[in-house]
């Protein structure tokens, strides 16, 4: 008879988080150049992407040990249809910004599918078989086939990365957790703009005994993956 292997165990706060690996989706949420690079959308409002840009090299090496025992990876990207028909007129105008949603930007038209700033960095880019969703709001859940693709593949965990913390991570995780998901948020995969909301937005994810979820360094998820990684191929001498 087949047995089923124990859970893992993820050192987390509030408790330690359990999960099947092969029941839980890693999810990049919008990893996107026009919000972490130099010379885009983000930083045309002001902002210093290097808040964003040190979730990077933590992030990626998450995605290379989940893409190496064939976990789920999802990414996601915030953008709207060349039209804007799926932008609602609250969100196109609300603020006085310098530049709206559909104008011309340093990357092309901003947060608009198909537009160079709207695509995903080179460095945490999709390898073939990972799904993309491409979401008009801020959570990864409204108005797309994210719900879906997770039932389909019978999961019930996410790992949750991305930016920005307290805007789109915040919202897929609240969404997540109102849909029954487990979710663990990795402190240091996860950026902000903004200094004090990173700080509020990850405090808010585990109180009150984890009221939408779990956070960890990304070190301690590496550390909890050992078990299951493949043992490295040694070097063939000839
Ligand atoms: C995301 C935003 N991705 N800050 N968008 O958080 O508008």
Redesign the pocket.
């Known amino acids: 008879m087949a047995t089923v292997p124990p859970p893992l165990q993820v050192d987390a706060a509030p408790y330690p988080f359990s999960f099947d690996p092969f029941a839980t989706a890693l999810v990049l949420?919008?990893m996107?150049r026009d919000?972490l690079e130099p010379g885009g959308f983000?930083e045309s409002l002001g902002n210093d992407v290097n808040e964003l840009r040190r979730t990077i090299a933590p992030l990626r090496a998450v995605l290379g040990a989940c893409r190496a025992i064939g976990m789920t990876v999802v990414h996601t990207r915030?953008g709207h249809l060349p039209d804007l028909s799926d932008c609602p007129p609250s969100k196109l105008l609300r603020g006085s910004p310098s530049l709206r949603i559909g104008d011309p930007g340093p990357k092309g038209r901003i947060l608009v599918r198909g537009e160079e700033g709207h695509d995903i960095i080179e460095e945490l880019y999709p390898v073939a078989g990972e799904p993309v969703i491409d979401k008009p709001g801020?959570g990864a859940f409204y108005a797309t086939e994210f719900g879906e693709l997770l039932a389909s593949r019978g999961i019930r965990s996410l790992v949750v990365t991305?930016?920005?913390?307290?805007?789109?991570?915040h919202?897929t995780v609240r969404e997540a957790n109102d849909r029954g998901y487990e979710c663990l948020v990795l402190s240091d995969c996860v950026g902000s703009y903004f200094p004090q909301f990173q700080r509020a937005g990850l405090e808010m994810v585990a109180a009150q005994g984890g009221i939408f979820g779990w956070i960890a360094e990304s070190a301690a998820f590496l550390a909890a993956l050992a078990p299951v990684m493949p043992a490295p191929v040694a070097p063939q001498l000839s």
């Open positions: 949420i919008d996107q919000f983000g915030e801020k991305g930016v920005t913390t307290e805007v789109c991570v919202t």
